[in-house]
Structure formats: C-alpha cells, structure tokens
Nanobody
Framework: QLQLVESGGGWVQAGGSLRLSCAAS????????MGWFRQAPGKERELVAA????????YYANSVKGRFTISRDNTKDAASLKMDSLKPEDTAVYYC????????????????????WGQGTQVTVSS
C-alpha cells in the first residue's frame, strides 16, 4: 500500500516562499502521477499542481501559475512543491496525492482520479 507523508508547511508573510515535500513509502512512485491539492476553510479541495509519472509533463491551476513549481525525484520516491510569491489566499491545508497511471499528460493530469493521499500540512500566509 502506497503511503504519502507531507512536510514543510508553516507560517510565512505574504511575498515569501515555502517548499512542501512529499515522501512515499510502501511502493515506488514510478508509474504514479503526483498532485498537490489544497483546501481552505469553507472551500472545496482544489488541485494546485500535478506532474506526470516521468516528470515530463506538468499542470498548474491558473491561480498559482508562475508562482508554484512542482517537481519529483523518482530515485528518492519523493515529490515537492516550491511556492513563491505567496499570497494570503494561498492559506490552506495542502495535500500530496498520487494515482497509478502513465497515461495522464498535460491537461489530462487535472482529470486524473487521485486515490492515494497524505495527511496534509498547513500553510498560513499572513498579509
């Protein structure tokens, strides 16, 4: 069973940066597409960024495009989300997710049925 654990959340002032990490155990991440989701209080969970199994394709929500960067290292069974120019509206619990697929590419990553989830890490951006 694939297990995911996030780390790196915290508090930062607007304009600052944070890097979230996701470590996998139980199975190798090879052949899994990865995604980062977030959920703010009173709002639905939304996909922030996703990356294909090989790292060759990425997807970003419009709200984070140009500010966030998703990456992965299959040799270490890990993924990360670098967040720059953070805004108060980025405040949320961030979740790492995975789905076993090599077919999700480009915008199809946004439609992938992610079915493995981490426990989440809080990110708070103050104005």
């Amino acid at each position: 069973q694939l297990q995911l654990v996030e780390s790196g959340g915290g508090w930062v002032q607007a304009g600052g940066s944070l890097r979230l990490s996701c470590a996998a155990s139980g199975r190798t991440l090879f052949s899994y597409a990865m995604g980062w989701f977030r959920q703010a209080p009173g709002k639905e969970r939304e996909l922030v960024a996703a990356i294909s199994w090989s790292g060759g394709s990425t997807y970003y929500a419009n709200s984070v495009k140009g500010r966030f960067t998703i990456s992965r290292d299959n040799t270490k069974d890990a993924a990360s989300l670098k967040m720059d120019s953070l805004k108060p509206e980025d405040t949320a619990v961030y979740y790492c997710a995975a789905v076993y697929t090599t077919a999700a590419w480009g915008t199809a990553l946004a439609q992938a049925n992610f079915n493995y989830w981490g426990q989440g890490t809080q990110v708070t951006v103050s104005s």
